[in-house]
C-alpha cells in the first residue's frame, strides 16, 4: 500500500471460508481455508477484499446440527467444553438460516503438509487472497446448504472468485455493507442472484455534494449503518440520472416510464403501491370554490411577547400569541425564548421557576449523555464500528453546514464545534438512530437561534421527535407525507396531478427534499427560521407543511404544463427553484388554501384526515409521521408544537382554534 494511501475499513469479518479443493476439483472436499473478509474505503474506491489466515480447518472434526435444529455449528472440543457448549446449544436460537457460533468452541488446526495437496502457509495465502472494486462485481449469488455461501462474479469473463462460505454467520452484514455503496437488485431470471450496480462517476460525485452545491439538483445520499440510501433523481445533469439508471452498456437502454419505476427502486423502502396503503382513496374533480385572499402580519416583538407574562412567569392567552406567531412570526431577539415554547422544551403552562429547575435538571441529563461518548478511549472505539462511522459522517457533515453563515463561517469556529458535540451526544440519547446525513440541517438554524449547547439539544431533540420518522430505515415518515402530498394536490388541481402522472411524476419524488429537512435547502437561512415558527405553532392544522409544498407547485404548474416539460424538466426546473423562493408569498399561498379546503363541503375524508379537519385539536391525527400517535412512548410527554399535542389540555395550548 502506498504511503501516502488512505485507508478505511467500512466492514470486517473474521472466520469466513472457502472451500480450496471444492472450488478446483480436488479430491479432499473436506479442507476448509479461514479467513478475513473486508469491505475497505482505499482513496475514495469501495474495495471486497479477502485474506486467508494461516492456518486450515479439519471439518471433520467439526459437529454441524442439522439445518431445522437450533442453527449452531461446533468444532472440536474437549470433553468439559463439549458439555459446557451443548447447554449453551440447548438455549441458543438462530435468527436466520445461517450457522450460528458457539463463543465456548475451540479451533482444532489441520497441519499442512507440502507436496501431499494440501497448501503451504505462504503460498495458500498468496494464491487464494484477492481484492476486488465493487465497481467490477457484475453479481453476486446467494446459495444455501445449512450455512450461506456467496459466489461474486465479475464483469470480466476470465476472472473468478472463490465462493466465500459464512458458517458462522454474517453475510447479511456483508451484503449490508455492499448496499451503501451500490444497488443490489434480485435478477429477474434467478432469484438467488443479487445484481450489482453502481453509479457513473459523474454521478457519484452529485451523490457527495447534494447537500452542499444548490446551483444544480443534486442527488441524495444519506449514509447510515448498516443502512444507507442512494436517493437518486434531483440530477446535476439529468442525463446522469439516466446513465446510472439505464445499467450497462450491454443491457437495453429502458423506457422513461421505466426510469420512473427506477427511481422508486433507489430509494429504498419508498416504493408506493397505491392499493396497499391506507387511506389512499380515489378524488374525483370537486369544486373548492374560490379561494380566498389572505394577508400576513407583522412579526411579534419582544415587549408584545413580555405582555403575555404573568407575575411568575406564566404565559397567557396562549391562544392569540400562536396566531400572532403564526400570522407574522417572531422578531429576532423574540425567538430564543419564543422557540423553546414552540418546540415543546418549555411547556406552556410552566412558571419562570419551573422552567429554572428543567434547565438545571437537563443540563445534568445533557451532560452524562455527552461525558458516554467523551470518555470512550481510541481502543474502544476501534470496536464500536457504529460510533466510529457516526463520528465519521459527522465531522464530515459540521465541516460543510451553513459555512457561508458567519455564526459558522471560518477555521476553527466554536460553533462547529457545538454542532459536533450536540449531534455526538444525540447519538447516545438515541443511539438506535444515532446520525444521519441531513440531521445536522436541522440542528444548525436551532444552534444560531439558541447560542446555547443544552437549550439547543433539547430543542433539537423535541424537533426529532417530529421528524424522526424522516430519517428512519424504512422511511415510513417520507413515504407516507409523498402519498399524502399526492392526495391534496389531486384535490387541488385534478389537471395538474394528471398531466404529472402523465409525465410519470405523479408520486412527487422531486418533493423528497423539501420534505426530508423542511425546506432547509430550498430557502434562504433567514427564511427558514421564520416558515419553521411557523410551522411549530401547529396552525392553521395538521401537516401544514405540505400545504406549502401545494403553494410552491401552484405557482409553478403553469409553465411546468406550458412547456410542457417531462420527467427529467420537472426534476430540473424544481430543483432550480432553490434560493429562489419568497417565504411570505408562499405562506399566504398556503394559508388560502386552507381556507379554500376547509370550506368545502364535501371534503374527501383522506382530507380531512391528513388536515385533522375533523378533530378538535390540530394536529391529533394518527398519519403524520410526526404525530403523537406515531412517536415512541418516551416521546409523547409534554410537547405541543407542529400539532404534537401530547397534553390535551387548555393550560397547554392545544386547543387553540385557528382565526384567519
Known sequence: MAADSVLKVIFELDGVFIHPNADEGGTDQDLLLSGSLRVVDKDAEILVDYRPLEDSVDPSNMLCAGQDSSSVVEWAQSPREKSQSHQLLETQLSYETEWDMVNAVSFKKKPCINGEGSLSHSQGRSRRAFSVSINDI???????????????????????????????????EFLDSLRRFALLSESPDDETCLLVSTPNKALSQSFENLLDDNSYGLVHKFRRDPYVATLGGFSKVTNYLFDALRGTEEQQQRPPEEVADLLGEVIPGLEINQQEEPGFEVITRIDLGVRPQVSRGEPLTADDWSKHHDAEGRLQGIEELRNKI??????????????????????WSSTL??????????????????LQWKSVSEEQERRNSRLRDYRSLIEKDVNRTDRTNRFYEGLNNPSLTLLHDILMTYCMYDFDLGYVQGMSDLLSPILFVMENEVDAFWCFVSFMD???????????????????????????????????ES????????????????????????????????????????????????AILDSEKQKIMEENYGFNEILKHINELSMKLDIEEILQKAEGIFLQIRSCKDLPRSVSTILSLSTECYGSSTTDPGSAATLRPAQRQGICSNGLCRENT????????FTS
Open 138 to 172: 457484475r453479481s453476486i449469488t446467494v446459495n444455501d446448504e445449512g450455512w450461506t455461501f456467496l459466489i461474486i462474479q465479475l464483469k470480466e469473463p476470465s476472472a473468478s472468485l472463490p465462493a466465500l462460505h459464512f458458517h458462522q454467520g454474517g453475510s447479511r
Open 650 to 657: 387548555p393550560q397547554n395550548g392545544c386547543r387553540a382554534e
Open 353 to 370: 421557576e419551573d422552567r429554572k429547575s428543567l434547565q438545571r435538571a437537563k443540563t445534568d441529563e445533557y451532560f452524562r449523555m455527552k
Open 503 to 550: 409525465q410519470e411524476s405523479g408520486y412527487l419524488y422531486f418533493c423528497f427534499r423539501w420534505l426530508l429537512i423542511r425546506f432547509k435547502r430550498e430557502l434562504n437561512f433567514q427564511d427558514v427560521l421564520r416558515l419553521w415558527e411557523v410551522m411549530w405553532t401547529g396552525l392553521p392544522c395538521q401537516n401544514f407543511h405540505l400545504l406549502v409544498c401545494c
Open 466 to 500: 417530529q421528524m424522526h420518522q424522516n430519517f428512519e430505515e424504512q422511511m415510513q415518515g417520507m413515504k407516507t407525507q409523498l402519498i399524502q402530498l399526492s392526495t391534496l394536490l389531486r384535490l387541488l388541481d385534478l389537471a395538474f396531478w394528471n398531466y404529472l
Open 326 to 347: 403564526f400570522k407574522g412570526g417572531l422578531c429576532h431577539a423574540t425567538r430564543k425564548e419564543a422557540w423553546k415554547f414552540l418546540l415543546g422544551y418549555f411547556p
